[in-house]
């Protein structure tokens, strides 16, 4: 039997991101180390990077999230972006959403036991919640799948001028130029490659932004949350 990585000392730059919630922050690492690890949610080759590849790399996001806006987290998995997120931005309403039982257990864990009051887990797909979740300013993911298909799951989720931040890594400027043409039928209005964590982490973390109009999702997207919405309603009058 391989024996298990251990999790290094968080890194100084930790205790300046994670500030107040810095304790919480090591106890989510320890967990993702620990149980991540042994239910299968992150594989164990990464421990001994946990804190620069994984919680620093997506806690850094929040140098491009508005304020007090709200924002789903599309295929959580472990909680990465949305746990590290939360712990940096108190005033931000969260939801992780994912699909996998196994991994909303573990998320449901995760955010009781950091007290986590402004993070809610949702378990389903985004096909499957659009018109019974409000839609949100911002949908992040990272790692769930190439730009063009994260888009169709993500961006009718948005409410009209949100925007789509992706965690992204070198194939970033490819995903956006072979995306073009789905994102714009999506309603995507502007796109751009941001690079966050200076003093951080290094490389910098990608970002990829996609900014929609008053229609996100387009036509097709706009009929079908209508839709939903109004088979939500009549479910809670019966």
Not at 83 to 90: D, K, M, N, S, T
Request: charged share 25%; with cysteine; aromatic share 4%.
């Amino acid at each position: 039997m391989t024996e298990a990585a251990e999790l290094p000392p968080a890194p100084e730059q930790a205790r300046d991101v994670f500030g107040d919630r810095f304790t919480d922050a090591v106890r989510y690492a320890e967990l993702l180390a620990e149980a991540g690890v042994q239910r299968g949610l992150i594989g164990p080759r990464e421990v001994p990077r946990l804190w620069e590849r994984h919680l620093l790399n997506c806690a850094v996001l929040s140098e491009v999230v508005p304020e007090g806006v709200t924002v789903c987290d599309v295929g959580s998995g472990a909680g990465l972006p949305g746990i590290p997120l939360a712990l940096v931005r108190e005033d931000l309403k969260i939801t992780l959403l994912e699909p996998l039982l196994r991994r909303t257990n573990f998320l449901t864990e995760v955010v009781e036991l950091l007290g986590l009051d402004h993070v809610t887990v949702v378990r389903g797909r985004a096909e499957e919640v659009m018109g019974k979740l409000p839609p949100v300013h911002v949908v992040t993911a990272r790692a769930v799948a190439p730009l063009d298909r994260l888009a169709t799951w993500g961006i009718p989720l948005l409410r009209p001028y949100g925007e789509m931040l992706a965690l992204k890594g070198d194939t970033a400027e490819e995903e956006l130029k072979s995306a073009a043409t789905a994102l714009s039928k999506l309603g995507a209005v502007e796109t751009s490659i941001l690079h966050v964590g200076e003093g951080v982490v290094d490389p910098l973390s990608t970002v990829v932004r996609v900014e929609v109009g008053e229609s996100p999702g387009g036509v097709r997207f706009a009929a079908k949350r209508a839709k939903a919405a109004r088979s939500e309603r009549t479910r809670r009058r019966r």
